[in-house]
């Protein structure tokens, strides 16, 4: 096990949360489009209850179209409304607005033949550094929440109004409760919703170069210019380490360095636009 956690943290946010939830209609679930799967938090559903909720598989520029379509499509054919963007262009913003809308539709048709605009209200949730604050200003003129490429950059909660009609409610990432499964663990360290500090980064890049090995091999190949991609992860670490001279003084490799230079790699999209989860598994 390499990634430690802070059940007691975890528990609080989820407090938060049930209590925020009393007072909004409706839940936008931000899932990391990289790793949808991983990023769907088991104790969410209990907080969300029945309220609607919306998927946004975000960061969608950073896996090609045709796996994110197929992710849309799995959580569709789950009977929930899902959509997929990329926030940091505002362009997907007119059809977060408009499914926002359609989820609550029933909500404010009922509000209307009272004669009232019923404010939809919605709470933004999701793993740490999904992108929940980048939604929600991208659906906003001037940028109104705090980001940051870093896991925990949302401490409080923070409303902020859409127009005349909608409310959304930012809130801090929550990671789960317990993290038994070490294969998800490591998906969400990898595209940064863990906290650096408890994250073995040599044992991470280790199983970031495994995934690379079985499923793409080429990108090792095309990245590090390696003459061959070998079976064994550290051994590939090691080639990568010699091809970019990521030497200690002594002549050493540096395998700390050599880790973040993969990690890194991979969450700027260097390593090619692939999800770590596959939909059709
Ligand atoms: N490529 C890409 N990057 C994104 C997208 N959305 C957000 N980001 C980046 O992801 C990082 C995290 O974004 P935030 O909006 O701070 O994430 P958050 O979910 O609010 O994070 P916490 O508040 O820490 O839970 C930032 O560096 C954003 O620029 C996207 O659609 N595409
Ligand atoms: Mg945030």
């Known amino acids: 096990m390499f990634i ?3 059940p007691g943290h975890m528990t609080k946010a989820i407090r938060m949360m049930s209590e ?17 799967q991983s990023c769907i938090n088991p104790a969410f559903d209990e907080v969300i209850g029945n309220k609607p909720r919306l998927y946004v598989l975000n960061k969608a520029d950073m896996v090609s179209q045709k796996e994110v379509i197929k992710w849309v499509d799995k959580f569709r054919r789950q009977g929930y409304k899902c959509i997929y963007s990329n926030s940091i262009s505002k362009a997907d913003a007119p059809v977060i607005v408009k499914n926002l809308l359609e989820l609550n539709e029933d909500l404010i ?17 999701g793993v740490p550094n999904c992108g929940k604050s980048t939604l929600i200003n991208s659906l906003v003129r001037e940028k109104k929440t705090v980001t940051g490429n870093r896991p925990g950059v949302t401490r409080g909660k923070q409303w902020v109004a859409i127009g005349a009609y909608i409310e959304l409610l930012d809130s801090p990432g929550v990671l789960y409760p317990d993290f038994k499964d070490q294969e998800k663990a490591m998906r969400l360290a990898l595209i940064g919703s863990v906290k650096e500090d408890v994250v073995d980064c040599a044992e991470l890049a280790i199983e970031a170069l495994k995934y690379f090995i079985k ?6 190949l095309n990245r590090y210019k390696l003459d061959e991609v070998k079976e064994n992860a550290l ?10 001279g990521v030497i200690m003084r002594g002549g050493e490799l540096d395998y700390e360095r050599i880790a973040k230079i993969i990690i890194s790699d991979f969450r700027k999209g260097y390593l090619g636009k692939f999800p770590l989860e596959s939909a059709d598994a």
């Open 235 to 244: 051994e590939v670490m090691e080639d990568i380490g010699r091809k970019r």
């Open 4 to 6: 430690h956690w802070f």
């Open 20 to 36: 925020e939830m009393k007072v909004v209609d409706s839940v936008i679930y931000v899932l990391d489009a990289r790793a949808p």
């Open 109 to 125: 048709e009922r509000y209307s033949r009272k004669g009232v605009n019923k404010t939809v209200r919605a709470m933004v949730i």
């Open 215 to 220: 499923e793409h091999p080429e990108e090792l």
